[in-house]
């Protein structure tokens, strides 16, 4: 059974800092591609940002400079650091695993977590 377990949300002034955890089991972890998802009302679900097996990353433009993502495979775990927070950044973040090139022609798979909510206060 493949669970992802968010942690780390919570209210936070503007400027300040949080950082999310995922914690992942069930799959092979260092074959995924691992991605912090967010979800304000309103509004459609957005890529934050995603790291490859291999560490590569990706951001959209509006968090960089300001987040960051990293894994630790020893932990089958995904955190994304966010610093310099705004009230824009609102939003439940989610965690994603999904099967990256290492892969290779197995079965794909596409996990998602529960979310944990980030509030920014202005």
């Known amino acids: 059974q493949v669970q992802l377990v968010e942690s780390g949300g919570g209210l936070v002034q503007a400027g300040g800092s949080l950082r999310l955890s995922c914690a992942a089991s069930?799959?092979?972890?260092?074959?995924?591609?691992m991605g912090w998802y967010r979800q304000a009302p309103g509004k459609q679900r957005e890529l934050v940002a995603a790291?490859?097996?291999?560490?590569?990353?990706n951001y959209v433009d509006s968090v960089k400079g300001r987040f960051t993502i990293s894994r630790d495979n020893a932990k089958n775990t995904v955190y994304l650091q966010m610093n310099s927070l705004k009230p824009e950044d609102t939003a439940v973040y989610y965690c994603?695993?999904?099967?990256?090139?290492?892969?290779?022609?197995?079965?794909?798979?596409?996990?998602w977590g529960q979310g944990t909510q980030v509030t920014v206060s202005s």
């Open positions: 790291i490859s097996s291999g560490g590569s990353t």
């Open positions: 994603n695993a999904r099967s990256g090139s290492a892969w290779g022609t197995r079965t794909p798979y596409d996990y």
């Open positions: 069930g799959i092979i972890f260092s074959f995924s591609v």
